[in-house]
């Protein structure tokens, strides 16, 4: 367990002023925050702590924040390793650009990008909603309309839009509105965020094409909407592939295994089409 008793104090007190943290968490916490300042040993108070928060860390319910928090009292501080969310607050370089996608859980949007020449950075986040800074549970509670999406920063001189929204067709259900493979929900659904006038026009012209191409017998329903502030999600879920490398293989599994039956169906379509021309 931890024992930079400090440091571990100033997260307490912050998770206990975080607006994000449940209720039931920040009972706990604000215990051990009592118990500590009336003569009890610090070490043996986070010890409970740990106790009272495992059944639901093991369950994977605790919010991103304690969840970050648990991991690093547990001695596993390289699933809570700080993000550096720098690139997104920077300036872009005149040869950079950025891209807004959303195609279900990020979990499974960020490695198909972040693997790609040319790709300075992708962050998990949330957008298109009505609330300011919104948190993991009420964006899954569908309480502020945001979606779950990735901002890609890239390089305009090794890689073009055009290639990521290409790619983007090919790792999401472009006949699905109501969410992604096994997310199920309006902030899961798929939309492509343009941030002016030609990545409109790209990516316009790319769904049009694909609609065209008679891959899918269901219409191509993504739908492509004016880019909005974009909200950086919480330390857990960034780089998620990378820091729950089991948990994510387990997920992309299911998800690779949806999208080969599809592919495979649009395959078959294509073919009767093109039978049925002969």
């Not at 930079?4 to 975080?18: F, H, V």
């Not at 969310?85 to 972040?114: K, N, T």
């Not at 890689?159 to 493979?181: E, S």
Request: charged share 25%; with cysteine; aromatic share 12%.
């Amino acid at each position: 367990m931890a024992t930079n008793q400090a440091e571990l104090q100033n997260d307490i007190y912050n998770l206990i002023l975080n607006p994000a943290t449940r209720d039931w968490e920040r009972a706990q916490l604000v215990k051990l925050k009592k118990a500590v300042a009336a003569g009890a040993t610090f070490n043996t108070e986070l010890a409970r702590l740990e106790a009272s928060l495992r059944p639901l860390a093991v369950r994977d319910n605790l919010t991103p924040d304690m969840t970050d928090f648990y991991h690093k009292i547990t001695g596993e501080p390289e699933l809570a390793a700080t993000f550096d969310l720098s690139r997104h607050y920077a300036a872009d370089q005149p040869y950079e650009a950025r891209a807004i996608f959303a195609g279900g859980c990020f979990w499974c949007m960020v490695e198909p990008f972040d693997t790609r020449p040319g790709i300075i950075a992708v962050i998990s986040g949330y957008t298109g909603g009505h609330t300011e800074n919104p948190s993991y549970d009420q964006v899954i509670g569908q309480y502020t309309g945001h979606v779950e999406a990735v901002e890609i920063i890239f390089d305009q001189r090794i890689v073009k839009y055009a290639d990521l929204v290409n790619l983007f067709w090919q790792i999401t259900d472009p006949t699905d509105d109501q969410g992604q493979m096994n997310d199920r929900g309006n902030h899961y659904r798929p939309v492509i965020f343009v941030r002016d006038q030609q990545q409109r026009a790209i990516a316009t012209a790319s769904k049009q094409a694909l609609a065209a191409s008679g891959k899918y017998k269901k219409p191509i329903v993504t739908a492509i909407e004016p880019a909005q502030k974009f909200w950086p999600a919480e330390n857990f879920h960034q780089e998620f592939y990378k820091k729950n490398r089991q948990r994510y293989k387990r997920l992309e599994r299911t998800r690779q295994q949806y999208l080969a039956v599809q592919h495979l169906r649009s395959k078959l379509q294509l073919g009767w089409q093109r039978f049925k021309r002969k």
